[in-house]
């Protein structure tokens, strides 16, 4: 069973470009959510979604979004970077979201802005 | 609002000895699962064991165990035979499981442990 698959793997932008990442489930998992992690903030949770909704988001500026396909395939956007947003963006799936399904982690992207 | 704490930045231990990472965490919610997950020098995220509130009983997964004292809120990790695979940098996590926390992990801000031979 392929596992949690994210692209790119890495990337470079420069400030003030904008960047999609994309993110493909684990088949049958119909929960994604992203994660921002960096050295300074550790790891923080951007949003969740399921059945193509978000559900839940986390403390994060407007110029982050996301959205989900119907096949659960999932893209999260950052507009307008800045070079706070380098970090490496881990995504997750679960079969329904709830914590008693766990998440399964990709290998992530790693964003830098220059 | 959810909090979990790592108080140990770092931690060794040495081959084939036992070592225990400490985790505390807050929370207003009754329903929660806690978590600790491994993430190696590859960067990818690995489960290592889960804990269900409600279960007094601790959880084990092969040499992984954890110390989970509910009115503490302590959650524990213990390695025992440790091995040099098990060199990574080590996440305490809490989910809530009601309301309207889907999918949102709260991670603590690791532990880095290092296995010397």
């Known amino acids: 069973k392929a596992g949690v698959t994210q692209t790119p793997r890495y990337l470079i932008k420069t400030r003030g470009q904008q960047v999609t990442l994309s993110c493909s489930p684990i088949?049958?998992?119909?929960?994604v959510s992203w994660y921002q992690q960096t050295p300074g903030q550790g790891l923080q949770f951007l949003f969740e979604?399921?059945?193509?909704?978000?559900?839940n988001k986390g403390n994060f500026p407007g110029r982050f979004s996301g959205r989900q396909f119907s096949n659960s395939r999932s893209e999260m956007n950052v507009s307008t970077l800045e070079l706070g947003d380098s970090a490496l963006y881990l995504c997750?799936?679960?079969?329904?979201?709830?914590?008693?399904?766990?998440?399964?982690f990709g290998a992530g992207s790693r964003l830098t802005v220059l | 609002a959810q909090t979990v704490t790592q108080s140990q930045p770092e931690m060794s231990v040495q081959e084939a000895e036992t070592v225990t990472l400490s985790c505390t965490y807050d929370?207003?919610?009754?329903?929660?699962?806690l978590f600790w997950y491994k993430q190696p020098p590859s960067r990818q995220m690995i489960l290592v064991i889960r804990?269900?509130?409600?279960?007094?009983q601790n959880a084990t997964e092969n040499r992984f165990s954890v110390n989970f004292q509910k009115a503490a809120k302590s959650f524990s990790l213990k390695i025992s035979d440790s091995q040099l695979g098990d060199a990574a940098m080590y996440f305490c996590?809490?989910?809530?499981?009601?309301?309207?926390?889907?999918?949102?992990?709260?991670f603590g801000q690791g532990t880095i442990l290092t296995v010397h031979p």
């Open positions: 997750a799936s679960s079969l329904a979201g709830s914590g008693a399904n766990v998440l399964t």
């Open positions: 088949s049958g998992h119909r929960s």
């Open positions: 979604y399921f059945s193509e909704t978000q559900r």
């Open positions: 929370t207003s919610e009754s329903d929660y699962y």
């Open positions: 804990q269900e509130a409600y279960k007094q």
């Open positions: 996590a809490a989910f809530n499981a009601g309301g309207t926390s889907y999918g949102k992990l709260t």
